[in-house]
């Protein structure tokens, strides 16, 4: 959990009452994420999350912000960012960028079966075609110029195997990008951190969950689909103490999403190399994170192995979606 700005009751108050949400009942900080500073608030107008932006700034938080707002428009169920009377959506909270959007219903699914793989799997797809139209740009922030900016500062804490590995992938990925295939693949705005801890389920009366929601948008930007879905299959369709594809889920993630959007050919034969991509991202990112900490009040990474372990197994068994989608 990571608490960087610590707000007060009275200044989250004041921003509630300007948004017109009534009056703030309560504020809980929550007990998740690494990046913003996050609180639940409670108000007389319904329940909403108030974020504090720690890293990204003014000038890129309308490309966050507004694609929600587009998205929802477009009836993506994703949290809608409030608005002030004249319109806007970017707020100052501590001296810093905030936001509040509405807080989905329902739970994370922390085991999902092949029907919550299938249901995220066809709203990614949704979610990529409702944002083609999206007007504004803005590339990953954490793709491949972030990994070679990010290697040299964490190379120094690593063993040697590790630093092979490291440098091992990061070349077979410049090879990858520099690729014709590569630069065909689909393109638009991403989620790109798309965890079982970002999505929402709610369980119906028979039963079933049903998907609720997405949020966190603020790793989004234009990248290539085909990576967004590798980041998901990373995440949602493995076995967590190996990192080994759980490919009975990747099948049903897959032909659900391509039941709405067909992948191209680039996409289905690219597929392996793209999640050895989305797992390096994610290793890099939590190597980062360990061993070059920012300060906070409550402040827990992740573990990076976990990620290394998925890497591994990237590449020790590459994967590509069935037949059937051919």
């Not at 390096?280 to 980062?288: A, T, Y």
Request: proline fraction near 6%; aromatic fraction near 10%; charge should be negative.
């Amino acid at each position: 959990m990571a608490v960087f700005t610590e707000v007060h009751f009275d200044e989250a108050a004041a921003l509630a009452a300007r948004l017109g949400l009534g009056r703030l009942l309560t504020l809980k900080p929550i007990s998740a994420g690494i990046e913003n500073t996050n609180y639940f608030a409670s108000c007389e107008r319904g329940e909403y999350v108030l974020t504090v932006f720690e890293r990204l700034t003014a000038e890129q938080l309308p490309f966050y912000l507004h694609l929600m707002k587009h998205l929802a428009q477009r009836a993506v169920p994703v949290p809608e960012p409030q608005a002030d009377a004249s319109g806007e959506i970017l707020h100052n909270l501590a001296g810093k960028p905030a936001a509040i959007v509405d807080r989905l219903r329902g739970g994370h699914a922390r085991a999902p079966d092949v029907d919550h793989c299938e249901q995220v799997g066809a709203m990614l797809a949704r979610m990529h075609l409702a944002g083609l139209d999206y007007p504004r740009h803005q590339p990953n922030l954490r793709g491949l110029p972030w990994w070679d900016e990010t290697v040299p500062l964490v190379h120094p804490f690593l063993s040697e195997a590790e630093r092979t590995l490291v440098d091992t992938e990061q070349a077979y990925q410049h090879e990858l990008a520099r690729g014709a295939a590569h630069a065909r693949l689909p393109r638009g705005p991403i989620h790109a951190d798309l965890f079982r801890d970002n999505v929402m389920f709610e369980t119906g009366a028979d039963g079933r969950d049903r998907l609720s929601g997405f949020f966190d948008f603020y790793f989004a930007g234009v990248d290539s689909f085909g990576f967004d879905i590798a980041v998901c299959l990373n995440d949602w369709c493995i076995d967590l103490a190996t990192g080994r594809l759980d490919e009975a889920r990747a099948e049903g993630f897959v032909a659900a999403y391509d039941a709405v959007r067909p992948l191209s050919g680039d996409e289905r034969r690219l597929m392996p190399a793209l999640l050895r991509a989305a797992a390096f991202r994610f290793w890099l990112s939590r190597l980062w994170d360990l061993h070059l900490p920012r300060d906070a009040a409550l402040l827990t990474p992740h573990d990076p192995r976990h990620f290394e372990r998925v890497l591994r197994e990237r590449i020790a068994r590459p994967w590509h979606p069935g037949a059937s989608l051919a």
